[in-house]
């Protein structure tokens, strides 16, 4: 379990799943230390950085319980520009924690790690222990992160829980998102569990609300003591009223990763 002494180092402060924790993870008994290279609003304090600054990061680590890892390109991109905000900031990332004694770490992995794997035909989930199978470079880059976890876990001890997390946005808005929808208020709950829940070396889990269409298994969530509360089916007769289900061979229906599959970089 991690040590909760210290404040949680919350990397992508600034971005929109950072914001949403800054104002929901306190109320959990989690003091944030906010990183972001863009200044987060009404935090004068926050550590304004680039993950490439290995002063910065290693002043950003002292003392702290756990890491929060947010930072980076959040889609597709051209693959330089993936290397050095994914790959090579993650790794900069884990080498700081390693260096500073940081016991664990949850990092933002994401769906688009296994998204060009295909809906399973009976209307199933899919099991979190099946290969990776990225949809893009961005996918790539969510792999790496979770490879480097597994061996930082494995040479160092470091604790990783890899969220391979859905589509994070107030509401679904797509008929994708009834399956992949992550609610803030979940999102909250998630990112508690993955601080303070069991764990040994590195751990998967997708990271998604309680939907009744749901594509992917939760049981390594749950086992962190992730209790998912929102269901985006409640979303779901407005939104297919107006937009219509999707047809068997739109990417979108076929694909886990959806649209991403098709970004053809
Ligand atoms: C992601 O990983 C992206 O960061 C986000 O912008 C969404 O596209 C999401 O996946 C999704 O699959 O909906």
Redesign the pocket.
Same mark, same amino acid.
């Given at each position: 379990m991690a040590n909760q002494l210290g404040p949680v180092l919350l990397t992508g402060a600034a971005g929109r799943m950072g914001t949403s924790l800054r104002e929901s993870l306190p109320a959990y008994g989690h003091r944030l230390r906010s990183f972001d290279r863009l200044p987060v609003p009404g935090e004068p304090d926050a550590i304004t950085a680039d993950l490439q600054d290995a002063e910065a990061l290693a002043a950003a680590m002292d003392g702290v319980s756990a890491v929060i890892h947010l930072a980076g390109i959040?889609?597709e991109a051209p693959f330089a520009d993936i290397l050095a905000a994914n790959i090579e900031g993650t790794y900069r990332l884990y080498d700081a924690a390693r260096a500073a004694g940081v016991r664990r770490i949850v990092y933002a992995s994401?769906?688009?790690a296994t998204?060009f794997t295909e809906r399973p035909a009976d209307g199933g989930t899919v099991p979190v222990d099946g290969p990776q199978r990225p949809d893009t470079y961005?996918g790539v880059s969510?792999c790496f992160g979770e490879n480097l976890a597994s061996l930082y876990a494995d040479r160092h001890g470091i604790e990783t829980v890899s969220l391979r997390?859905?589509?994070? &946005?107030a509401e679904p808005r797509s008929i994708?998102?009834l399956a &992949?929808w992550l609610s803030p208020g979940d999102w909250a709950r998630l990112a508690h569990a993955a601080l303070t829940g069991p764990v040994t070396g590195h751990t998967v889990a997708y990271g998604i609300s309680a939907n009744t269409r749901a594509w992917w298994d939760l049981s390594t969530a749950r086992a962190l003591g992730y209790q998912p509360q929102d269901d985006a089916e409640a979303f779901a007769p407005a939104l297919i009223a107006e937009l219509g289900e999707l047809s068997p061979d739109d990417p979108e229906h076929r694909y886990l990763?959806?649209r991403?599959t098709q970004s053809g970089r």
């Open positions: 959040p889609g994401s769906n688009h998204g961005y969510k997390i859905g589509s994070f &946005t994708r998102t &992949t990763g959806g991403f």
